[in-house]
Nanobody
Framework: QVQLVESGGGLVQAGESLRLSCAAS????????MGWFRQAPGKQRELVAT???????NYGDSVKGRFTISRGNAKNTVNLQMNSLKPEDTAVYYC?????????WGQGTQVTVSL
């Protein structure tokens, strides 16, 4: 079992930045595909970014060029740097770890971007 804990959400104004962090309970992240997803009210959960265990990245079209996913300096952490935030980025952001085809999810952290 893997437990994921997100942190770093909050309320910011449009154009500002936030960094989300995800800490995992064990070192299995070495072999995991890590990702961030988000869900806005009334909408389906959507991909934000993924990071493969060999370092490959993938981003949702709406965040390309603004968001960056990376492994953190602390062991078993993954970060999401979000720049030039827009009101449409407002959502609950979830950390995901896919290990051998099995998905694990964090509890989510709220990001709110005001005009």
């Amino acid at each position: 079992q893997v437990q994921l804990v997100e942190s770093g959400g909050g309320l910011v104004q449009a154009g500002e930045s936030l960094r989300l962090s995800c800490a995992a309970s064990r070192s299995a992240l070495t072999f995991a595909i890590m990702g961030w997803f988000r869900q806005a009210p009334g909408k389906q959960r959507e991909l934000v970014a993924t990071l493969g265990f060999l370092g490959s990245t993938n981003y949702g079209d709406s965040v390309k060029g603004r968001f960056t996913i990376s492994r953190g300096n602390a062991k078993n952490t993954v970060n999401l740097q979000m720049n030039s935030l827009k009101p449409e980025d407002t959502a609950v952001y979830y950390c995901n770890a896919n290990i051998g085809g099995r998905d694990f999810w964090g509890q989510g952290t709220q990001v709110t971007v005001s005009l």
